[in-house]
């Protein structure tokens, strides 16, 4: 085997005669029982390189988000009226963070951070509704020394201790887009979002408007989910306080588009004489503009509305076979919030939070139009800034 | 494998064949570096050092125990999962078996006082574990299609049994603070079920049955080995570790959630325990290894929220860490073959 000893040779780093070094050659280091080979070095070196590139490969990654980092760090140059300004760090914790739902909170809190001078809030929490997720990235919010929190309460007796220690750590939380089981039940600031049992009140009020008597059904994808659950209660509340006679039925459709299609569909074969048919989620409401559609029930007679505008239902509402869909404006879900802790932030916690209910704004065939005709940020399905003209 | 199993119970001997001898600190050294849990302790530790230098909360007091109670019900599933991979089964279900074994505590809190609760939804926990032992064993259903028909079927029951409402967790007491209610208590649990199934499966019988039920089933059962009975056991065992992390869990976030668990929770604990040293194919694993592969996988996913990675990369980069950490422990694990004599 080799006749050069090694490292103790006058650095020879190649071996003659085959690539082992002995091991009696390494005894002052302490290695006496280990091989190196060339190949050896250079594998660890490779492997060493890969791991020193993580940081830069997420550096990489979050220049486009403008890195967001634990803890206020430089300031910003003034905006506006504004004085200076550090980083900054809003963090918003979201149960279904890649759904395309929220895609217009993402540009929402984007287009106002960058109003504002201010790093990009990071956008985090579970993908899956996963309350722990969301319990655990608010948690690390909290020890990273976030300058605010807006997250969305799913879930009134997971959040209220989190809440209440980001508040007792002097970080500011607001809630957006659900709020547990309304205002009091957790410490949040403030609510910008929805008021899901005003709104669903008002469709009651509606409904009542609209049918005036007979059977009339309810669609709800998940009962108790706290985002729609207190809709279907407020829709409920309204028909039973206006003591008009209509008999309703809350019926649930599952999570998923397809099932609740079925289930809609099932729930029509089995109840043809239905004079209403309403829902207070996406999915379901698209289910039931595809149904009307699909048995010409609006020509018949039948009136139906729901909520949030899937593209589907938006052109269900054009072709005439829904009366009605309920906006909530996302965009603004996330556009409000940030305005709000930013201000917090800057008045030494004097001003900034404020109940703001986004929307209970009903789209119907009069107004429908500028939804379907243009393609936005603040609808989700278009990335340009762009000024858009009211449809005509 | 079974050789390798007969290695790790050896004592390691640093023998030095020139004469010279090598001082305790470095024999100790040698000692633990040949173990195959090395690798993959270094790999977290070589994280633990990266992130504390981007971002000096990261080892902060809140963060700790952000990470600590993040990584513990994670551990404690691994852990169940080595026992079944070493055998050569898989559980899929122990996700959702970590929702279900909270709502039973609920519905059993109604009649029952709450401990007898946990002990009678543990109960019927390990009678999860039981059929999908008995299916699997007897019925002969590949575990992988076994444990995924009573994934479904628990997943349905947790939302059929609460209505698809999320339900209060028991009234604070000292026996939920025990459970989950501390701020440490998770990650206590974490390490004293690390600790005994460590012994147990390197120390015990049960272990080395395990082990030899994995590696050579036929061998085995001709050997004597009941091996029904272990494989059964494991699936009780498994789930059984389940349901204690999901109660935990429960008590930690102070809400009986029908949608906690699920498929997720399961495949971090495969891979924590893949990551650590265990093979997925059978016969050969460790549970100090899974700890450390929990360890590797809950300091990225809270080292990058910390950092402030937003969703929409954050999968990006989770899994590009992983494949180099894998890769590092995989390339570090070959040298420390090659260095054997």
Redesign the interface.
Known sequence: MGTVRGWASGGALWVEGGPEVG??DF?PL?F????FSRR?LL??AA?GG??A???F??AA??ED?G?????SGDSSASVGNFPETPDY?FVFV?HV??NPFFVPTIYGLQDASALLGIP?P????S??????EM???M???????ADGIAVAVV?T??F??PIQDALDAGIPVVSYNADGTGLGSTARLAYVGQDLYGSGFEMGKRIVEDVGEGPVVLFIA????LNI?PRIDGAADAIKESGAPIEFEEI?TGAELPEELSAIEAYYNGHKDVKGMYAVDAGSTQGVAQIMEKFDLAAAGVKAGGYDLLPETLQLISDGHMDFTIDQQPYLQGFYPVFQLFVYKISGGLSGVAETNTGLLFVTADNVAGYLETESRFEGDAEEQKILEPAT | MAKQATEEISKVDPVNTDGRGLNGVARLATALLRRREASIALVAILLLFYFQSVNDAFLSQGNIRGLAQSGYATAIIACGLVMLLICGEIDLSVGSVMGFTPIIVYLADQEFVFPVAVIVALIVTSLVGLLNGVITVYLRVPSFVTTLGTLFLLTGLNVSLTDGFPKPAPEESTLTRILGGGPYSGIIWALIVVLLMHLLLTRMRWGLHTFAVGGNLVGASEAGVRVNRVKIGNFMLCSVLGGLAGIMEAIRINSVDPLAGGPNVMFLAVSAAVIGGTALAGGSGTIIGAFFGTAVLTILRNGFTLQGVSANTFNIILGISILVAMTLNVYVGRLRRTGRT
């Open positions: 091991k009696e005894a302490g006496s029982s280990s091989r050896d594998r660890r492997v890969a791991v590139s993580i940081p490969l997420a990654c979050d988000e890195g967001g980092g634990g803890g760090n979201n963070t890649t990009e990071q956008w985090t929490g993908e899956t509704s996963d309350v722990q319990v655990d990235a948690n690390t919010a909290v020890s990273g020394d879930d007796e997971a209220g201790g998940t009962p108790g989910q659950q649930p």
